[in-house]
T-cell receptor, first 115, second 114 residues
Framework: AQTVTQSQPEMSVQEAETVTLSCTYD???????LFWYKQPPSRQMILVIR??????QNATENRFSVNFQKAAKSFSLKISDSQLGDTAMYFC????????????FGDGTTLTVKP | NAGVMQNPRHLVRRRGQEARLRCSPM?????VYWYRQLPEEGLKFMVY????????ESGMPKERFSAEFPKEGPSILRIQQVVRGDSAAYFC????????????FGQGTRLTVV
């Protein structure tokens, strides 16, 4: 079974600064995806970024980027130029292929962006 | 293309009643997943369904919980004889037939058992 660990229950960052959220996972699989989801107070689960395990290049999506260390089973999320709208709970998730959509989630990190 | 639609958004049930949660997947999506989120926790997988078939129910409690995805109509998560511990947010996600893609989530149903 896969496990996903987010060791930072809460974090805060000043507006316009950079913050990194940590995630580690445990698996014996070689073919999988990793995700970061954002959950604002509205509760909607919003996909932030996706990383395929077979790709060595780290995924980026505008102000969001990941540091994927496959050997270390680490998948951190960096948010640059933090904005007030980034305030939310962030979840790291693991998805083993070919079980599309069946993911294992971490317990989340609550990020607060301060003005 | 409408997103994944869940209803109701909020549901209040008294202990012992039944709760029925509905999920309409995105157009063209034939796979549905149900997750439960307890307060201050991440989402926990419950069940994976395709039309008229339960593919993986490894996360479903053995009793009182059932799910279906009929040929026509939405997917239904049914909780019989609800207890206080069933209070949670229940999320539905859907994905297309291709297996190498993530699922798209609905806005969830918050169930409160009083």
């Amino acid at each position: 079974a896969q496990t996903v660990t987010q060791s930072q229950p809460e974090m805060s960052v000043q507006e316009a600064e950079t913050v990194t959220l940590s995630c580690t996972y445990d698996t014996s699989e070689s073919n999988y995806y990793l995700f970061w989801y954002k959950q604002p107070p509205s509760r909607q689960m919003i996909l932030v970024i996706r990383q395929e395990a077979y790709k060595q290049q780290n995924a980026t999506e505008n102000r969001f980027s990941v540091n994927f260390q496959k050997a270390a089973k680490s998948f951190s999320l960096k948010i640059s130029d933090s904005q007030l709208g980034d305030t939310a709970m962030y979840f790291c998730a693991f998805m083993k292929l070919p079980n599309a959509g069946k993911s294992t989630f971490g317990d989340g990190t609550t990020l607060t962006v301060k003005p | 293309n409408a997103g994944v639609m869940q209803n109701p958004r909020h549901l209040v049930r008294r202990r012992g009643q039944e709760a029925r949660l509905r999920c309409s997947p995105m157009k063209g999506h034939s796979h549905v997943y149900w997750y439960r989120q307890l307060p201050e926790e991440g989402l926990k997988f419950m069940v994976y369904l395709q039309k008229e078939n339960i593919i993986d129910e490894s996360g479903m409690p053995k009793e009182r919980f059932s799910a279906e995805f009929p040929k026509e109509g939405p997917s239904i998560l049914r909780i019989q004889q609800v207890v206080r511990g069933d209070s949670a947010a229940y999320f539905c996600a859907s994905s297309p037939p291709s297996v190498d893609t993530e699922a798209f989530f609905g806005q969830g149903t918050r169930l409160t058992v009083v």
